[in-house]
């Protein structure tokens, strides 16, 4: 089963692709991850339709089942929160589309699963990925990196928790 795992946000969203299988000894293998990034010059409706066609061009090669999104945290930045918001309904009428199924993962668990602390910062985060993943190139971009680790946090869980 293909897992799309993204980090969602209007400047840079991040993506990551695991194969969630039984026959890998870990029980999943990192296929790839990137980053999507649109220009503040554009308005916001032209930047979330170039959200939208890259990620549909992504699900259209890879062709994953579920879809991680990390669920939304809410802050004091409210314009944050609202644009984060906007970036995931493009993901869930993807989603809908493609007939995929959403899992929602809290930024506590997913800490929590990746570094065994759930208030783990980001350079905790990256320095596990590298390690669990055996990368020889660690990944230093935070919303990819957030991405990485929500998918691999989904392919930790037992299905049945979810």
């Known amino acids: 089963m293909i897992i799309l795992s993204i980090d969602s946000g209007l400047e840079r969203t991040g993506y990551a692709f695991f194969d969630k299988d039984t026959k890998y000894q870990s029980g999943y293998k990192f296929i790839s991850s990137g980053l ?3 220009s503040k010059t554009h308005k916001r409706e032209f930047r979330l339709l170039q959200l ?3 990620i549909k061009i992504l699900i259209t090669k890879l062709k994953p089942s579920v879809l991680v ?3 939304l945290f809410f802050s004091k930045n409210i314009k944050t929160a609202i644009v984060v918001a906007q970036t995931q309904g493009v993901l869930l009428v993807l989603a ?3 007939k995929m199924t959403v899992k929602f993962l809290a930024p506590l668990q997913i800490k929590q699963i ?3 602390y759930g208030k783990a910062d980001k350079k905790a985060i ?3 990925l590298s390690l669990l993943l055996k990368l020889d190139n660690p990944i230093t971009q935070d919303d990819e990196a957030d991405a990485v680790a929500g998918g691999l946090a989904y392919c930790s869980l037992n299905e049945k928790l979810l």
């Open 36 to 38: 999507i990034k649109t």
């Open 96 to 98: 809908a589309q493609f």
């Open 126 to 128: 990256q320095k596990m």
């Open 69 to 71: 999104i990390e669920q």
């Open 114 to 116: 990746i570094t065994g």
């Open 52 to 54: 939208y066609n890259f």
